[in-house]
């Protein structure tokens, strides 16, 4: 079985019979194709070509529901019979399909965990060398090995928490008519996934009904420019290298900035602010400012401690690395468009890993979804435990970015990210997409918001990416309002779980 963290059953095995044919048995072909027609609605042709095959054994169809098994039974079908199986089901239907992926007709993983945990989950076959006379009648067993289960993948994800970030995942990709959307919710002290989903979705019991792009894990497997949420790479190196103090006063040009050949804007025109000021209004050129200070190459280091332009290495298949160039290939005007989340290519999954950082005080953790390996007694065969890829940036700096990521939510563009009962910290992102001729374009865009809850004492750190959202598109206004809503309830459901453990303890 995939079990979530709490052992409940995510994919498992059910007993389904099969229907074969022995077409030599079978007088009236004919009769026997039509009532087989009624019953599972195959064709005329593929079952007359497999009931007028002259073999004693031939598959008609796998794995049939109780009812269709039942109606055959009834009909009283002759020279057909039925084999046991077992079958693959998914009780939650389309939660975490993402994550878990499928398994085919022969129970083979094809997708996601069942495909790269397939060679545990699945077990081995048992064999027997028996002696036999020319009879075939068996003498006596020579040798014999019995066959083993697979092993049990146990899930960093919970399922209620799934079930919170899928819902409100849902309600924004319906309600501002998107392309696609997903999320990713994490413990960024530890880089478990709690939570990560895409939409489109589909139903993991039917696959095969589900167009291929739909299966897609977008959350680890699509590239896009993040835009302003990038900013907090910028922030945390200018503090870090002690260039800047929060109070600094840039000059923001009152919305008009050129770099080289290329005029900068800001949604709406700044004139002084203070370098916090400039990551909570998001100002794309006080940000400018602060990376010319940096310079290029510093710049690209902290991208790249951040995680950037590298995979996560999550284990789950099928994760690209995204993009960022070397500032030996940066033109002239990539001092303006790199620090604000242009010319860089990266995944929700990046993100949630880069605010995590943040979150628990510099630290880049590796992401994982499968918390170990158990036996059916659930004897632990395998544990995987939290790993720390590096330290990125100091504790202080750290939480200087997080005084300023507060401010994001409470007096910048991350207002509508707000959950009454505690403080929370993120910011906000609108990027426009690239048309095919390379321009950016002004109908298309990724509306996103990254942050962590509560701010004081981070449980969980969120990601959410929403592709050509319409008619807003601002991520204040699209995704901010996703996150408030799975911050609040998410915080509320651990802290409540929590409370008896902690009682436990006292007493």
Not at 286 to 311: D, M, R
Not at 385 to 412: F, M
Not at 471 to 481: D, I, K
Request: hydrophobic letters at 40%.
């Amino acid at each position: 079985m995939i079990l979530d963290r709490a052992l409940k059953p995510i994919a498992i095995n059910l007993p389904s019979d099969s229907l074969y044919a022995s077409s030599r048995l079978i007088k009236n072909k004919e009769r026997v194709i039509r009532k087989l027609q009624e019953v599972l609605g195959l064709s005329y042709n593929y079952l007359k070509d497999r009931i007028y095959r002259n073999k004693a054994f031939v598959w008609i169809a796998r794995k049939l529901s109780l009812d269709q098994v039942n109606a055959i039974k009834k009909s009283n079908v002759e020279g057909v019979g039925f084999i046991r199986e077992s079958k693959r089901c998914y009780p939650d239907g389309m939660l975490a399909s993402h994550i878990v992926g499928f398994a085919g007709l022969d129970n083979a993983g094809l997708e996601g965990l069942e495909l790269s945990f397939d060679e545990q989950l699945k077990g081995t076959s048992g064999w027997a060398q028996v002696l036999r006379d020319a009879r075939q009648n068996k003498l006596l067993w020579e040798k014999i090995f019995l066959p083993k289960d697979g092993y049990e993948v146990v899930l960093t994800i919970d399922e209620i928490i799934q079930f919170i970030a899928e819902r409100e995942l849902d309600r924004v990709y319906k309600t501002f008519h998107a392309k696609g959307a997903s999320i990713v919710v994490m413990d960024p002290n530890t880089g478990e996934i709690l939570a990560l989903a895409n939409r489109p979705a589909y139903d993991l019991n039917n696959p095969q009904d589900a167009p291929l792009d739909t299966r897609r894990n977008r959350a680890i497997c699509d590239m896009f420019e993040p835009g302003s949420v990038f900013k907090i790479v910028t922030a945390s190196a200018a503090l870090e290298e002690n260039k800047f103090t929060e109070s600094d006063r840039i000059f923001c040009e009152n919305g008009t900035y050129r770099v080289a050949n290329h005029i900068l804007h800001d949604h709406e025109p700044k004139g002084w602010l203070t370098f916090k000021e400039v990551i909570a209004e998001s100002s794309n050129i006080g940000t400018t400012k602060i990376a010319q200070k940096l310079g290029p190459n510093t710049v690209y280091k902290y991208a790249a401690l951040f995680g950037f332009s590298k995979k996560t290495g999550v284990d789950m298949p099928g994760e690209i690395s995204g993009s960022l160039k070397d500032p030996r290939f940066w033109s002239k005007t990539s001092i303006g468009a790199v620090p604000i989340g242009q010319e860089v290519g990266v995944t929700a999954l990046q993100l949630a890993m880069a605010i995590s950082v943040i979150a628990n005080g510099g630290v880049l953790m590796k992401p994982f979804v499968v918390k170990r390996l158990q036996d059916s007694q659930q004897e632990v065969i395998k544990e995987f435990l939290p790993q720390e890829v590096r330290r990125v940036i100091s504790q202080k700096t750290a939480r200087r970015v997080k005084d300023i990521l507060v401010a994001v939510t409470e007096e910048g563009t991350g207002k509508q990210a707000r959950v009454e009962d505690f403080k929370v910290a993120g910011k906000t992102g609108t990027a426009q997409k690239l048309e095919p001729n390379g321009a950016y374009s002004h109908r298309k865009f990724v509306a996103s918001f990254i942050g962590f809850a509560p701010a004081d004492k981070p449980l969980v750190a969120i990601a959410i990416c929403v592709d050509e959202p319409h008619p807003y598109y601002y991520g204040g206004v699209v995704a901010a309002p996703v996150f408030k809503r799975v911050a609040s309830d998410v915080v509320r459901y651990l802290l409540a779980n929590a409370k008896p453990k902690e009682e436990a303890k006292i007493k």
